[in-house]
């Protein structure tokens, strides 16, 4: 079985920062690439980031680029969101996943990963 837990959401006023973690009952998660994804009142789930197996590709969506930076230690198989300057429409509920095949690289496509988390909220006031 697989279990995404993520944490690190919370409060944070506009212009701030947070760090969110992913922790992954995986066996195989040094071969999976990891996805961030968010889901906002009214809005679609986005895809945010992604990141390969190795941690040597990543994707990054035009809402977030330059903004936010997807990590992953494979030690301690966890993938990381550092979030910064962070806007008001950054509020929602975040999920991390993992990708359905071995060697994965940093996918633009939602439907490559599966094993959803479920959510850590993140709320940025103005």
């Known amino acids: 079985q697989v279990q995404l837990v993520e944490s690190g959401g919370g409060l944070v006023q506009a212009g701030g920062s947070l760090r969110l973690s992913c922790a992954a009952s995986?066996?195989?998660?040094?071969?999976?690439?990891m996805g961030w994804f968010r889901q906002a009142p009214g809005k679609e789930r986005e895809l945010l980031a992604t990141?390969?197996?190795?941690?040597?590709?990543?994707f990054y969506s035009a809402s977030v680029k330059g903004r936010f930076t997807i990590s992953r230690d494979n030690a301690k198989n966890t993938v990381y969101l550092q979030m910064n300057s962070l806007k008001p429409e950054d509020t929602a509920v975040y999920y991390c996943?993992?990708?359905?095949?071995?060697?994965?690289?940093?996918?633009?496509?939602?439907?490559?990963?599966?094993?959803w988390g479920q959510g850590t909220q993140v709320t940025v006031s103005s």
């Open positions: 996943a993992a990708g359905r095949r071995l060697w994965g690289v940093a996918s633009t496509t939602e439907s490559d990963f599966g094993s």
């Open positions: 995986l066996r195989t998660f040094d071969r999976n690439a």
């Open positions: 990141i390969g197996w190795n941690g040597r590709t990543t």
